[in-house]
């Protein structure tokens, strides 16, 4: 290639970066760091400053009264449930004399209210439905219910909105456990002890926790990021009478993240519009549907050529993982589009999503450890250990390392707090059954 073609080509490539950069600008779409936005929201629930929350806005922030155990259990077994997102598993968790975990009996299907409207009856039946096959294989049941809810002092949980689209408003207001008791008791169910209620971040939080390194670290956080995202902190405040325990995050509901064009259009086709805006900008369960609202836009403003255009705008539905599909250089829904300029616009749209998916998850969890180190850390020393989860952190196309990047850049860990991301095979298994027994 002559030197002539190739100053062509890099200024066309400018040149197309302008063009994607100013089409960004003018939706208001921003890829920014919102640290400070987070703590002041979630402070603000601490100290229960209702400006927002009696709009419905803003994250809640919940006790689990879960504490992080001094002693892992031991020889003895336990039902697990996990229901969130998409999928439903269960399984039959065994504590062996050494403490060692062992998962076994292991199923999943889908979540229950995805395609319809449940009542309570259906919703219940449907989660019984599910687990007959471990009919008393255990006398205590411990249960990941990722969505909002309290968690009362007895271990029930009280979901009070849902997300990532299941459509069940009848259990709204219903304390989970105890409803699902009542139908396994009329299946002839026996011998059942209890029911305790956790989120998939405080079960990941405890899984942490059941690392055998656990002794490196003065405190833990969970945190997903798959088909939603959220986060669990330990946490004390003598002012605020808040006694150490696992504090949920609902964070998807912030308001702290500015909205694009995009994600306003978006949210108008959802089932709960105005409802958890910051997961909406970028869970697995919606980073696909506001990636194609801009996609769209991009048509319409002569990003793209005109038969690349005609064939995007044909598109009815994008996933996420048809998004990390193109990214990450595999087989796509979009193997049609041909002309390079057209590939690197699509690329360069389809990317700037997973920056700002990067800063936002870096915001939070920067946001948590700061909240945690205002707790109190058992070592001072040491590090908190931030046991991470979801498909969506894991898999797609160069966001982990993009978060680590943005967090090692913060303020906080700039000042010396230190961290370390960790995973766990069936973390959310093991967290689950640690809190349905101690």
């Known amino acids: 290639m002559s030197f002539r073609d190739l100053f062509i080509r890099e200024k066309n490539d400018i040149i197309r970066t302008m063009k994607t950069d100013e089409f960004f600008a003018s939706h208001n779409f921003k890829s920014v760091m919102i640290t400070d936005g987070l703590v002041q929201e979630m402070t ?38 996990d229901a969130g997102g998409t999928n439903f598993r269960s399984c039959l968790v065994t504590i062996g004399e050494n403490g060692k975990f062992s998962v076994s009996d292991f199923r999943k299907t889908f979540m229950p209210a995805l395609d319809r409207e449940f009542s ?33 002092k007895d271990g029930d949980g009280i979901p009070n909105a849902f997300s990532k689209e299941i459509r069940a408003k009848a259990v709204l207001g219903q304390p989970v456990g105890k409803n699902l008791l009542e139908v396994l008791n009329n299946r002839g169910w026996k011998n059942i002890e209890s029911i305790k209620l956790l989120n998939d971040t405080a079960a990941a939080l405890l899984a942490g926790c059941a690392c055998s390194v656990r002794k490196n670290y003065g405190s833990y956080i969970g945190f997903i990021l798959g088909t939603g995202i959220n986060a669990a902190i330990v946490y004390k405040n003598d002012a605020l009478k808040i006694e150490r325990q696992i504090i949920v995050e609902e964070i998807g509901k912030s308001v702290s993240v500015p909205l694009s064009d995009f994600d306003i259009e978006f949210d108008k086709t959802t089932e709960n519009p105005g409802q958890y805006p910051l997961e909406k900008c970028c869970s697995g369960a919606y980073m696909g549907g506001v990636v194609l609202k801009a996609l769209y836009a991009a048509c319409k403003e002569g990003l793209f050529s005109t038969s690349a255009s005609q064939s995007i705008l044909k598109i009815k539905a994008l996933s996420t993982i048809e998004v990390n599909n193109y990214l990450s250089g595999q087989k796509s829904l979009f193997d049609f589009v041909k002309e390079e300029s057209d590939k690197k616009t699509l690329f360069a749209i389809m990317d700037a999503f997973v920056d700002r998916c990067a800063k936002i998850a870096a915001s939070i969890i920067e946001s948590s450890l700061i909240l945690t ?66």
């Open 44 to 81: 603000g629930a601490f100290t229960q400053d209702k400006s927002l929350k009696d709009k419905g806005r803003g994250p809640d922030m919940f006790k689990t009264w879960l504490t992080v155990p001094e002693q892992m259990p031991s020889n003895t077994k336990i039902i697990v449930i």
């Open 120 to 152: 309570k009856d259906e919703f219940f039946n449907a989660i019984a439905d599910n687990i007959d096959y471990l009919k008393d294989k255990a006398c205590r049941i411990g249960f990941c219910f990722s969505y909002a809810m309290e968690i009362t």
């Open 373 to 438: 180190a205002q707790g109190g850390l058992e070592n001072t020393g040491a590090g908190v250990c931030v046991l991470c989860n979801g498909s969506t952190f894991y898999r797609m196309h160069a966001l982990k390392e993009r978060i680590e990047f943005n967090l090692n850049q913060s303020k906080t860990v700039q000042n010396g707090l230190k961290y370390e991301l960790m995973k766990m095979d069936d973390d959310i298994c093991i967290g689950t059954a640690v809190a349905g027994l101690v």
